[in-house]
């Protein structure tokens, strides 16, 4: 998948805190990450190519993306680094196994490092979830870090946030190994969009629901009225 933690734009939306694409990046994103790969892979399997054939040629336009994407923005992205790791890792896998569902089960490489590396960080003062929130949205950084500092009911919803998001991470991996074993391979890049966008539907529903029981979104995440002159 494309991970639900992206790039790093400096917007003021939870959207953009949960990994959700800005506005000027999000029909590239749909072309490159979505529309060129299925369209590369239904393309060559109707012209005759092998499947691990069409899925290899489908991976390229993500990995160029990931590719330009960290060499533009000058800094290391994590999320960008594993997306290209695990693009090549799995590509080398599927052709030395010769197997092309090694390849479909790219995306959970990611999955369940990071749903891991999400639950582990609960061992630390500061979650990973809130990190990351904090680290997308440095415009509400002010407001998350003095409540970070002074209101424990907004600390320990970031907590549980964490722990939803790990679980949920971890289900998403599943999924999509299971999905890729079990289904016929023409069927499963269809899939794959799909299980991206019910993840982040799903992990946007412990951060609001979470977040107002605290009694802080409105702090953090409210929208900007207009200053009246």
């Keep these: 998948?494309?991970?639900?933690?992206?790039?790093?734009?400096?917007?003021?939306?939870?959207?953009?805190?949960?990994?959700?694409?800005?506005?000027?990046?999000?029909?590239?994103?749909?072309?490159?990450?979505i529309a060129l790969p299925l369209g590369l892979f239904y393309g060559l399997r109707a012209l005759g190519a092998s499947d691990l054939t069409a899925l290899l040629v489908g991976v390229v336009p993500g990995l160029i993306s990931s590719a330009v994407s960290l060499v533009r923005t000058r800094r290391t992205d994590l999320v960008g680094m594993a997306v290209v790791l695990s693009m090549v890792a799995s590509s080398v896998v599927a052709v030395l196994g010769g197997d092309a569902r090694l390849l479909l089960v790219r995306n959970a490489w990611i999955s369940l490092p990071f749903a891991g590396i999400t639950l582990w960080s609960l061992r630390h003062p500061q979650p990973l979830t809130y990190i990351v929130t904090l680290a997308l949205m440095p415009r509400r950084?002010?407001?998350m870090e003095q409540l970070w500092e002074t209101n424990?009911?907004?600390?320990?919803?970031?907590?549980?946030?964490?722990?939803?998001?790990?679980i949920a991470t971890i289900i998403d991996g599943i999924v999509r190994i299971v999905v890729a074993y079990t289904?016929?391979?023409?069927?499963?890049?269809?899939?794959?969009?799909?299980?991206?966008?019910?993840t982040i539907v799903v992990l946007q529903v412990p951060t609001i629901v979470l977040l107002r029981r605290s009694g802080t979104w409105h702090l953090v995440f409210a929208p900007r009225r207009p200053t009246v002159r």
Excluded: E
Excluded at 17 to 33: E, F, I, K, N, Q
Excluded at 152 to 160: G, L, N, V, Y
């Design 183 to 198: 289904l016929p391979i023409s069927v499963v890049p269809a899939t794959d969009p799909v299980i991206t966008v019910a």
């Design 1 to 33: 998948m494309r991970t639900a933690v992206g790039s790093m734009p400096a917007g003021g939306s939870v959207g953009d805190a949960l990994g959700m694409p800005s506005t000027h990046r999000g029909p590239w994103l749909l072309v490159v990450d």
């Design 141 to 143: 950084a002010r407001a």
């Design 152 to 166: 424990a009911r907004f600390r320990d919803a970031w907590k549980w946030i964490t722990v939803f998001w790990g």
